[in-house]
């Protein structure tokens, strides 16, 4: 079992920033793709960023150049630093990794969410 411990959000002003970390915990063989997702209330959970084992980003077009993905693999961590933050950026953000136990199996994991709060 795996746990994804994250960390960072809070309240900050518009065009502030914030920097969210998140653990992978447990028994892990391998971390590959590890991405941030964000929820709107009433809405479903959007992809906002991922980075490949390998460290190649994504990003969705509203937050591309604004956000930035990466990650320490002997750490095993991602975190998502966001500058110049937007109202509309307010959301419950998620940490979410594909972690293999073993060479032969992968599974997929969340976090419980931490709240960017952003005032205008």
């Given at each position: 079992q795996?746990?994804?411990v994250e960390s960072g959000g809070?309240?900050?002003q518009s065009g502030g920033s914030l920097r969210l970390s998140c653990q992978a915990i447990g028994q892990i063989y391998r971390i590959n793709e590890m991405?941030?997702?964000r929820r709107?209330?009433?809405k479903q959970r959007e992809l906002v960023a991922s980075i490949s084992a390998g460290g190649s980003?994504?990003?969705v077009d509203s937050v591309k150049g604004r956000f930035t993905i990466s990650r320490d693999n002997?750490?095993?961590t991602v975190s998502l630093q966001m500058n110049?933050?937007?109202p509309e950026d307010a959301a419950v953000y998620y940490c979410n990794a594909d972690v293999q136990h073993s060479p032969k199996y992968e599974y997929n994991y969340w976090g419980r969410g931490?709240?960017?709060t952003v005032s205008p």
């Open positions: 795996v746990e994804l809070g309240l900050v991405s941030w997702y709107y209330p009433g980003p994504q990003y002997a750490k095993k110049t933050l937007k931490t709240q960017v």
